[in-house]
């Protein structure tokens, strides 16, 4: 059950920003890659696109974690809005490939990479150890349950009043987003910059784990979307699509709030490790729009059971460690999976057609997904 409501309990300020900055997040992304598509009509430059979007993140991690040292984790969350809210009002009027479509993407990267360093170093402080599992279930849950609706909404919205209209929707509500931020202190603490130490022997499971979810990422993200929309039904069903597996995903969230602890976070995680690799073979062989909206659900519900035991566990290896370095190194892995799997699908685009591109994308992705159990074995985050 969710505690009785308080602003300015720090947990429940994040629980608010983050219903509404997903809830304007959620309208669009899902369209995003078919956008970026339509503007460049070739999915060699949707990749590039995608690539420097993420790409850019890898060089700028350490320095966005040298800015939050300094001026402190929420004053980083708002900065990246002027980027975000840059980023989302450039690419209203932006056609056709040119140097500012990549210029775009680099503001974009910039605003995401100082969004999540700072955003997952609050949640780290935020967060009670005692009831840890708990509130990452609702961290992730509260914002994909408002989500159910908002693709659906934002497919209505693209399709009678156009894309412009949609951008600036989610515009303002991003704005609005940060407004609980104005309730609470500060945060300094756990900022000592001294990052070296993560590029060693002993954090290369840590690398390689955080870059397989990267790759997950780019497939859920990116990825399926565009092969949604492009192979299986065109992109009027994008907007139901993104809602449907929202409400797998919000299902799991909440299941695994409730149930999770650190005993048991490696058995839920080899559940949605094997499950996850499922769906993402089976989106390789699905031509049908019904089968591919029941494997949609199936797929997000997996993605959170991979994903809530591994953040939960790796909030007690940042604490132990020194939490904004750890979360900074966390999203240079993050993006440098990300990157690695947009290069090979760029190379599979060149070079061969579509279908047979996502097919080898997303085999090799449930491959990747595979090592993930033993990898966080590896990492000790069910005995935190």
Same mark, same amino acid.
């Given at each position: 059950?969710?505690?009785?409501f ?31 598509y339509?503007?460049?009509? %070739? ?5 590039l ?6 790409g =850019?993140?890898? =060089? ?8 939050? $040292? ?13 980027f ?10 932006i ?7 990549? !210029? ?8 995401l990479?100082?969004?999540?360093v700072?955003?997952? %170093? ?8 005692e /009831? ?11 914002p ?15 399709n ?9 929707a ?6 609005? $987003? ?9 945060? !300094? @603490? ?6 070296? /130490?993560?590029?060693?022997?002993e954090?290369? #499971?840590?690398?390689?784990?955080? $870059?397989?979810q990267?790759?997950? !990422?780019?497939?859920?993200?990116? *990825? ?13 069903? *994008?907007?139901a ?8 995903g919000?299902?799991? $969230?909440?299941? *695994?709030?409730?149930?999770l #602890? #650190? ?17 993402? =073979?089976?989106m390789?062989m ?11 659900f ?13 953040? %939960?566990?790796?909030? +007690?290896?940042?604490?132990? @460690? @020194?939490?904004?370095e ?10 440098? +999976? ?31 997904t ?7 074995? /590896? ?5 935190l």
């Open positions: 059950m969710l505690e009785k308080n602003i300015h309990k720090e947990i429940q300020e994040v629980y608010i920003h983050r219903f509404l900055f997903v809830l304007a997040l959620s309208a669009i992304t899902v369209f995003l890659p078919i956008y970026v339509d503007i460049t009509n %070739s999915l060699v430059y949707t990749m696109f995608f690539l420097i979007y993420n =850019i993140r890898i =060089i700028t991690s350490l320095p966005i974690a040298k800015i939050t $040292s300094k001026i402190g984790y929420k004053r980083t969350a708002l900065l990246s809005s002027p975000t809210l840059l980023f989302y009002n450039l690419m209203r009027n056609h056709g490939v040119s140097f500012q479509l990549f !210029f775009i993407a680099i503001v974009g990267g910039i605003g990479n100082l969004y999540w700072a955003m997952n %170093s609050e949640i780290s402080n935020s967060s009670h150890k /009831k840890r599992d708990h509130e990452m279930g609702v961290i992730y849950a509260i994909i349950i408002a989500t159910i609706i908002s693709p659906f909404i934002g497919g209505i919205i693209s009678n009043y156009g894309f412009n209209t949609l951008f600036l989610v515009i303002l509500v991003i704005s609005v $987003s940060f407004i609980p931020f104005l309730f609470s202190f500060e945060h !300094f @603490d756990g900022m000592n910059y001294s990052i070296k /130490k993560y590029f060693s022997r954090y290369l #499971k840590d690398f390689i784990t955080y $870059s397989i990267g790759v997950n !990422f780019t497939g859920f993200f990116e *990825l399926w979307p565009l092969y949604f929309g492009l192979i299986i039904t065109g992109t009027l069903n *994008l907007g699509m993104g809602s449907l597996r929202a409400l797998g919000a299902l799991a $969230s909440l299941f *695994l709030g409730k149930f #602890k #650190k005993q048991n976070r490696i058995k839920a995680l080899k559940a949605g490790v094997a499950g996850f690799a499922v769906t993402w =073979i089976l390789s699905i031509t049908t729009p019904l089968i591919g909206f029941f494997v949609s199936l797929n997000e519900m997996m993605m959170r059971t991979t994903e809530i035991p591994i953040f %939960s566990g790796i909030i +007690g290896i940042a604490e132990n @460690d @020194d939490r904004l750890y979360f900074a190194f966390r999203e240079m892995a993050i993006a440098t +999976g990300r990157t690695f799997i947009l290069l090979f699908m760029t190379f599979m685009f060149y070079f061969f057609g579509k279908t047979t591109s996502f097919t080898v994308g997303f085999i090799f992705i449930a491959l990747l595979l090592l993930l159990v033993p990898l966080a074995r /590896k990492m000790n985050i069910g005995e």
